[in-house]
């Protein structure tokens, strides 16, 4: 999937309107609201609601505008919450999660605690064996049976890959941002992305990783499209967004 991070790695960034390059926040948490999805980033004064991202690359977050809000509502936050049985055996803790900035879905909770000792200091679970309460997080008695190591757990995401590779990656979907339409088929969309591979390999030092970076794109094309599709209503929503809440229209 191509638009998946981990917490930890955007913990530290600096979001940027990027239309006015001026800094916004710098990125200390991140915050699932009442449905069960992440909504919000921020700096512990002020939110920056995720419908306003407009990328997140390796080193900044891209916004639509120039627009962050009071701390909303029934706000959680997931960084260190504790794991427990449904008999309320504490097992452990939430060290790091997953989620899809796009959309906000949480993709996988990395686990420390106890309940990895099987499998090393840290372990994966998916969320459909977690419930996720206002102080805790509830597994059932078996779930050491659907436990994954971290590696397996996260195998062929681009939140693992290098930090290069995700920077290449981020690189070549900007540039295919404009030569990809919903309604490309397949072989137009791999030829796309050789295209741009190929601009970049006359300048790019770290072939190796460009070659990586253009094989997970060509495994994740659809995604791609999808993205790049889905990236002109989100910019629509979070304009009516901001424009709503600056006219007090809310």
């Known amino acids: 999937m191509l638009n998946i991070v981990r917490r ?12 006015m390059t001026a800094p916004l ?18 700096n512990g004064r002020e939110y920056l609601s995720l419908e306003q991202v407009s990328s997140v690359g390796t080193e900044a977050i891209a916004t639509y505008g120039h627009l962050t809000v009071n701390a909303p509502t029934n706000l959680r936050r997931l960084h260190q919450l504790a794991v427990q049985s449904t008999q309320g055996e504490t097992l452990g803790w939430i060290e790091d999660f997953l989620f899809d900035w796009q959309t906000g879905e949480i993709v996988a909770y990395i686990l420390g605690g106890e309940i990895t000792l099987p499998l090393g ?16 997080a509830i597994v059932r008695t078996d779930v050491q049976d659907t ?6 757990g996260l195998q062929g995401l681009l939140s693992e890959k290098s930090q290069q590779v995700r920077k290449l990656v981020q690189i070549m979907s900007d540039r295919l941002h ?20 190929d601009e970049l ?6 072939r190796h990783a460009l070659k990586e970076a253009t094989e997970f ?8 499209q999808q993205s790049i599709s889905r990236a002109g209503s989100r910019s629509k ?11 007090g229209k809310i």
């Open 8 to 19: 930890s790695q955007i913990i530290g960034l600096m979001a940027f309107d990027s239309s």
């Open 25 to 42: 926040i710098q990125v200390e948490e991140v915050w699932l609201d009442e449905t069960g999805q992440i909504a919000y980033l921020s």
């Open 121 to 136: 200091s840290r372990a994966v679970l998916y969320p459909e064996d977690v419930q996720i309460t206002a102080r805790k």
């Open 147 to 152: 436990l994954k190591s971290e590696s397996e």
């Open 178 to 197: 404009n030569l990809i339409s919903p309604h490309d088929r397949p072989e137009a969309v791999r030829v796309k992305i050789k295209t741009v591979s």
């Open 201 to 206: 390999a006359s300048h790019e030092r770290d």
């Open 217 to 224: 794109l060509h495994q994740q094309w659809h995604h791609l």
């Open 237 to 247: 929503a979070a304009l009516d967004s901001a424009w709503r809440q600056l006219t």
